[in-house]
């Protein structure tokens, strides 16, 4: 689905690269989750990736259509909620395309999909910020793509929504798309991820199977502090021994 080769980035009249030779590859229904602390370029791998911005050297390479899921979006229109969806058809039908009878009806599919039919005819600017979430994974499934990229989805939201979008990201993966979004969460990780990017500030990342990537040593030299990975109630967890 992506394969990734020793990709680097460089804004222009800056002396040093972003990031320098991040290397990984995905197939279909497998999740990889891209950690990192604050500054260590995430959002620009991911931009990349989408090919918002050129890579300064390296090779990017996907099979088939590749969709993206913001942190959030705003609108200055009161669109209700299954316009928002309806709008993930325009990759497919063309942006100034009048949406069909079967592109609403995928759009009620896609809302089903995620828990959120019952929606519909919501404005969305009113809905909460994890139902917001929950919406733009389901506009980022009408376009029926064989690679969904997430930046951050359960930023500044509840355990009971963030529980909610990782359970989507799951249920995602098992109908046969490739899934890649990025944490702050080790935990989130090792729930959900099959591979891993560990995303440092210097020196180069770390890719691999999340259950062997995400142990205290890698851990530790990430993110600067002592990690401790146990279990509690039949489930591994990670959590920052704080000092």
């Given at each position: ?72 979006t ?10 928002m ?23 009620d ?30 506009r980022?499934?009408v ?25 989507t ?21 090792l729930?959900?991820?099959d ?14 199977l ?8 890698n ?25």
């Amino acid at each position: 689905m992506i394969k990734v080769s020793k990709i680097s980035f460089c804004y222009p009249n800056r002396p040093k690269n972003i990031f320098d030779g991040h290397s990984f590859e995905l197939d279909k229904s497998e999740v990889l989750a891209i950690l990192g602390p604050n500054g260590s370029g995430k959002t620009t791998l991911i931009k990349c990736l989408l090919g918002l911005l050129p890579i300064s050297g390296g090779e990017v390479k996907t099979v088939g259509k590749c969709t993206y899921v913001p942190q959030s979006t705003s609108s200055p229109f009161d669109y209700c909620v299954r316009d928002m969806v309806v709008m993930g058809a325009s990759g497919r039908n063309g942006f100034f395309a009048t949406p069909s009878k079967l592109d609403k009806e995928k759009a009620d599919e896609a809302l089903l999909s995620v828990g959120m039919l019952k929606f519909a005819n919501e404005n969305f600017c009113c809905l909460s910020g994890g139902q917001q979430q929950m919406i733009l994974i389901a506009r980022a499934l009408v376009s029926q793509p064989n690679i969904m990229i997430l930046d951050e989805p359960t930023s500044a939201l509840d355990y009971f929504n963030q529980n909610k979008v990782l359970t989507t990201i799951k249920e995602v993966a098992k109908k046969g798309t490739a899934v890649i979004f990025s944490t702050h969460c080790p935990q989130q990780a090792l729930h959900v991820a099959d591979k891993v990017l560990l995303v440092r500030r210097e020196g180069p990342s770390l890719f691999g199977l999340s259950k062997n990537m995400l142990n205290k040593d890698n851990l530790r030299q990430l993110y600067n502090i002592d990690i401790a990975r146990g279990v509690l109630q039949d489930q591994e967890i990670i959590a920052p021994i704080f000092s």
